[in-house]
Structures are given as C-alpha cells and as structure tokens.
C-alpha cells in the first residue's frame, strides 16, 4: 500500500514559526508604507505645503504598544498648525482669513488624499513584507 502521511506535528512547528514571524514582518511594512505616505505626500499633488519647510520637516512615525501583542502606528505632521492648514479650502474664509494657496502644487488634504489615491500600494507594502518583498 502507497500511503501518503502528514505529521500535524511538524507543520504545527512551522506554523508557529512563521506565525511567531509575522508581527515583526508586518510592522516593518507598515513603517515603510507609511514612510511611502510621507513620500507620496511632498510629491504627488495636493503637495505638503513647503515654504520655510516647517511643515514638512515635521514628518513623525511612532509605533506604541497598546498590550504585548498589540501595537498601533501612528504617522503625519507634528506641529501645532499642520491639522489646520490640512482642511484650508482654497478661497474660503477659516479661521479669521482668507485661504490662497500660493505655492504650486500644494492644497488640502495633502495627507489624507494619499489614503484614499494609494491605500492599496499601501497595504500591498506591508504584506509585501510578510513574503520578504522589499
């Protein structure tokens, strides 16, 4: 009798191993998708403001531990006005002016139109990840 036999044993290790794995991998491609959203954000219209490069230069990425297993990302520009000039509207009047975006290029939502343009390329660094795709 030809018999084919599977020890649930040894894949179980492996599984493990890789499983172990995956946390480590998917967090390093989480970090290098964000820095792919921060790339996307000073080159791909609507632009980070620049000027001075105050704004841009605030760029941040931190990674913080919600429980052992768990942890959360957390990217985008650090500084006290970043949130503000990211809802200006072009010729509206907020926050006691009136907005004109002067520097060609540069608009609002220049961080979250990349999430909603690029969310695949994204998510596809990070899994990449997970394969060992650079």
């Not at 429980?67 to 500084?79: A, H, K, R, T, Y």
């Not at 503000?84 to 509206?92: F, T």
Request: charged content about 25%.
């Amino acid at each position: 009798m030809a018999d084919f036999r599977l020890f649930t044993g040894d894949f179980r290790q492996a599984l493990d191993r890789l499983v172990g794995k995956l946390p480590e991998d998917f967090k390093g491609g989480l970090f290098r998708a964000a820095a792919e959203l921060h790339h996307d954000s000073n080159t791909v219209e609507p632009k980070t403001p620049k000027l001075e490069g105050h704004l841009r230069g605030s760029w941040q990425i931190e990674a913080s531990y919600t429980s052992p297993d768990e942890w959360e990302l957390v990217c985008g520009f650090n500084i006290e006005y970043a949130s503000y000039v990211h809802e200006m509207l072009q010729g509206n009047e907020q926050w006691g002016m009136v907005v004109h975006w002067s520097e060609p290029g540069s608009g609002p939502k220049f961080l979250e139109s990349k999430l909603s343009m690029f969310s695949r390329k994204y998510m596809d660094i990070a899994v990449g990840s997970m394969r060992g795709e650079e």
